[in-house]
C-alpha cells in the first residue's frame, strides 16, 4: 500500500497570504488527523475528520480550517499568514480515531512565511 | 502546555554506548507511543505500550510503561550510527485532549561511528 502521501513538500509564502495543503492517506483509512512542528513546541495536534467531519480540533486560532472530501483526502487551509506560521505541517491517517489505532504519518509540508 | 516532557533535549554519544530517554508527565494516559522522525519524514511508529509496568522489546530498544501510566523510557543498548534520530513520545487517551496524540518536545539523538 501507498503510504500517507503530502503535496507540497515545501512552501514559502508570504505575511497576510492564505495557504492550502493537502494529504492523501493510506487507502482505505477513514481519519485524518493535522499536526504542527516548530523547534520551540514540538508537534501539536490541530484537528482531526472522520468521514468528513470535524470530530477534534486543537487549541489553534480559527485561521487554522481544514475540510474532508468523501475519498477521506483532506486539506488544510491558514489564512491571514504570520511569521509565526513558519512550520512542518503533517498529516497523519489512521482506519478510525482511537486510542489503539496506530497513526501513520506523511513526510510533511514545510511552511516558510517571510 | 506541554503535557509531555523529554529528556535529555540533545544526546550525542559514540557507537556501541548504551542510553536511556524518558518521557514524564504528570496526567495518565490510556497509551503511549515512541516515535523515531529522521530529517525530511514524518514520525514512524516504533511501539505502542497500554498497560501499566509493560515492557517491550524491539531488537535493541527497550520502552518501559511506568506502573502509574505516567511516565516512559526508552532503552538503546550498543547504539549505532543507524538510530541516529528524533525520538518522539506521545501519549493519548487523556481526559483533556481524548484521542488526539499529546507529543514531548522529542529527544534528538547523535550516534558517532
Known amino acids: 500500500k501507498a503510504g500517507v502521501t503530502q503535496t507540497p513538500r515545501y512552501l514559502i509564502k508570504t505575511r497576510g497570504q492564505q495557504v492550502t495543503l493537502s494529504c492523501s492517506p493510506i487507502s482505505g483509512h477513514r481519519s485524518v488527523s493535522w499536526y504542527q512542528q516548530t523547534p520551540g513546541q514540538g508537534l501539536q495536534f490541530l484537528f482531526e475528520y472522520f468521514s468528513e467531519t470535524q470530530r477534534n480540533k486543537g487549541n489553534f486560532p480559527g485561521r487554522f480550517s481544514g475540510r474532508q472530501f468523501s475519498n477521506s483526502r483532506s486539506e488544510m487551509n491558514v489564512s491571514t499568514l504570520e511569521l509565526g506560521d513558519s512550520a512542518l505541517y503533517l498529516c497523519?491517517?489512521?482506519?478510525?480515531?482511537?486510542?489503539?489505532?496506530?497513526?501513520?504519518f506523511g513526510p510533511g509540508t514545510r511552511l516558510l512565511v517571510l | 502546555t506541554q503535557l509531555l516532557e523529554q529528556s535529555p533535549q540533545f544526546l550525542s554519544i559514540q557507537e556501541g554506548e548504551n542510553l536511556t530517554v524518558y518521557c514524564n508527565s504528570s496526567?495518565?494516559?490510556?497509551?503511549l507511543q515512541w516515535y523515531r522522525q529522521e530529517p525530511g519524514e514524518g514520525p514512524v511508529l516504533l511501539v505502542t505500550?497500554?498497560?501499566?509496568?509493560e515492557v517491550k522489546k524491539l531488537k535493541r530498544l527497550t520502552f518501559q510503561f511506568g506502573d502509574a501510566r505516567k511516565d516512559s523510557s526508552l532503552h538503546i543498548t550498543a547504539a549505532q550510527p543507524g538510530d541516529t534520530g528524533l525520538y518522539l513520545c506521545?501519549?493519548?487517551?487523556?481526559?483533556?485532549?481524548?484521542?488526539?496524540?499529546?507529543f514531548g518536545k522529542g529527544t534528538s539523538l547523535l550516534v558517532t561511528p
Open positions: 506521545a501519549g493519548s487517551g487523556n481526559s483533556n485532549s481524548g484521542y488526539a496524540l499529546n
Open positions: 505500550v497500554v498497560t501499566g509496568g
Open positions: 496526567s495518565v494516559f490510556s497509551s
Open positions: 497523519a491517517s489512521s482506519l478510525l480515531f482511537s486510542e489503539q489505532e496506530t497513526q501513520y
